[in-house]
């Protein structure tokens, strides 16, 4: 079995979803984990794929082909298992610039792996002041966990980190 992952991006329009999965389908290949989003008129995505390497070539071949779609397929390894405990945190903070570097440098520097980010920009309810709010999921060891929370709570004052339940 290969495994392949599939980022794209393009114009939005109705039926894009339908073309891909319609593709990858008529070559047995199994859509797996993916991420898609509308972002200012543009519809962009990430995706997992596997297939057969019977159906391999055929299936690269068809994909080229898409042409409404900017894509970029690459080969990947059989998923793994990371041996890290995975942690999901919700964030919120005032906006501001900056704020996903200082976050993701304070994951870094203390062992962790962003697994997973999901983030946007909106206005609190009472005060109209823009927020940055996020859901992460991070991979790391179980002796870093409690270090790697102080330091993101540390970043701004203003910082909220809540740890969610898996």
């Known amino acids: 079995m290969k495994h392949l992952v ?39 995505g990430i ?21 409404q779609f900017n894509l970029q397929v690459v080969d990947a390894p059989n998923p793994t298992q990371d041996t890290g405990k995975a942690i999901s945190l919700s964030l919120t903070a005032n ?19 962003l697994i997973k980010l999901v983030s946007q920009q909106q206005s609190a309810p009472h005060s109209g002041q823009l927020m940055f709010t996020a ?12 270090a790697l929370i102080e330091a993101l709570e540390a970043i701004e004052n203003d910082l909220m980190v809540d740890v969610n339940e898996n």
């Open 135 to 146: 859901k992460v999921i991070i991979s790391v060891s179980e002796n870093d966990v409690d």
């Open 95 to 113: 906006d501001r610039a900056g704020i996903v570097q200082d976050i993701s440098s304070v994951i870094h520097q203390n062992h962790g792996n």
């Open 47 to 67: 995706l997992e794929v596997s297939v057969d390497e019977t159906h391999y070539d055929s299936l690269q071949s068809s994909l080229a082909q898409l042409n």
């Open 6 to 44: 599939i980022s794209f991006i393009c114009d939005d329009k109705p039926g894009l979803v339908d073309s891909l999965s319609s593709t990858i389908s008529q070559h047995q290949g199994n859509w797996q984990t993916s991420s898609l989003h509308h972002l200012s008129g543009k519809f962009a």
